[in-house]
């Protein structure tokens, strides 16, 4: 069989035509590349408070239009520049669907997306899944409406990572409940996504990642091997209670990951 090969190049701005992105945001501080991503995928949902973090943060992502960008002649004058500014950048950043229990968004946030016509949905309902889960399936039924294809489409979880460790705990345990997605969980200068049980090529974007990374026997006991690491592995047993390949390095452009259950890598991210 085949390996599967896991890449990073949706962190490139010049990802192959025909890769699809979707991204996703969370209720957590979201990374600087945010926009990028943003401008590039083709669905963007908001979990529940992940539309609070578009409304307050990403504005003060964008170059030139922050309020140190700004004049300084007239303080009054400056701010009321800036209101319009900020307010015209959330205009352009418009999510295509909020959903979720809604329990986390500002009321003034959520009336804010209502009046522009986003998609808003209650899922308080439903209190078996998560919202990041929630969000996820809609992904997952846009793709198909859309005829998107899956094995081409790359799903970012921004802000999945940092915070309540629940909630971080929870966003890793979404890596296994969608093993035949590409998902990528990012959030606190980290990136996880999940390596499936057989043989594996992992090639990180290393202008970007590590040189730090891990990998993680969140399924139970995982016999490992690997090529390509600064502390290799030769049919290693890993378990939690027992041996954790954390603080590893990346040595090689190619790393090869055979394992006879799903486990979690994870790598630190060097974005500027």
């Excluded at 943003?38 to 949902?45: D, L, N, Q, S, T």
């Excluded at 964008?62 to 205009?91: H, K, N, S």
């Excluded at 705990?169 to 997605?181: G, Q």
């Excluded at 290393?206 to 490992?224: K, N």
Aim: glycine fraction near 6%; proline fraction near 6%; charge should be negative.
């Amino acid at each position: 069989m085949e390996p599967r090969i896991l890449c990073s190049r949706f962190l490139r701005h010049d990802s192959p035509p025909g890769d699809q992105l979707a991204v996703v945001l969370l209720n957590w501080t979201l990374p600087g590349l945010t926009p990028q991503l943003w401008h590039r995928a083709v669905v963007r949902v908001c979990a529940d408070g992940g539309a609070n973090r578009l409304y307050d943060e990403l504005p003060a992502m964008l170059p030139g239009e922050t309020p140190d960008a700004l004049p300084l002649a007239f303080a009054l004058q400056c701010i009321i520049d800036w209101l319009i500014i900020w307010l015209q950048v959330r205009e352009r950043f418009l999510p295509t669907t909020i959903r979720g229990d809604l329990d986390s968004i500002r009321p003034e946030v959520l009336d804010f997306y209502r009046q522009r016509g986003v998609l808003v949905e209650d899922l308080s309902d439903d209190q078996d899944t998560t919202d990041l889960q929630k969000s996820i399936a809609y992904v997952v039924a846009h793709a198909a409406r859309h005829e998107l294809a899956v094995e081409r489409l790359t799903v970012v979880a921004l802000g999945a990572l940092g915070g309540r460790l629940d909630h971080t705990l929870v966003s890793l345990s979404t890596l296994h409940s969608y093993r035949d997605l590409n998902l990528i969980l990012m959030g606190e200068g980290n990136l996880a996504r999940l390596v499936p049980a057989g043989r594996s090529l992992i090639r990180p974007l290393r202008d970007v990642e590590g040189p730090t990374c891990g990998l993680v026997p969140t399924a139970g006991r995982a016999i490992t091997t690997t090529r390509g690491l600064r502390y290799d592995m030769d049919r290693t047993e890993m378990r939690f209670g027992g041996l954790v390949s954390s603080s590893n390095a990346i040595e090689a452009d190619e790393i090869e990951v055979e394992v006879d259950v799903d486990i979690v890598w994870t790598t630190e991210l060097q974005l500027h």
